[in-house]
C-alpha cells in the first residue's frame, strides 16, 4: 500500500487553478480536504476527482425548483 501526498491549501489552488480562498471555502463547506494538525490538506486524488466533476463547469448551477 502506498500513502498519498498531502497538499496543503495553496499548492491545491495552484493545481487546480483556482484562488486560494475558494479552497478553503470547498474545504469548510465538506467538498474538499481533511483538518490535520489544525490545517487543511488535500490529496491529489480528490483533487482530481473535484477537477473532473465540478470544474468543467462555468456559472452558477442552474436551480431545481422551477415555479410555472
Not at 9 to 21: D, F, V
Not at 37 to 64: H, I
Amino acid at each position: 500500500m502506498t500513502e498519498e501526498e498531502y497538499l496543503n491549501a495553496i499548492e491545491a489552488a495552484t493545481y487546480l487553478g483556482l484562488h486560494r480562498s475558494r479552497i478553503y471555502a470547498l474545504a469548510e463547506s465538506g467538498r474538499l480536504g481533511k483538518r490535520l494538525a489544525g490545517y487543511w490538506v488535500f490529496t491529489r486524488t480528490e483533487l482530481d476527482a473535484y477537477k473532473q466533476t465540478s470544474l468543467g463547469q462555468s456559472g452558477r448551477p442552474r436551480k431545481t425548483d422551477k415555479k410555472l
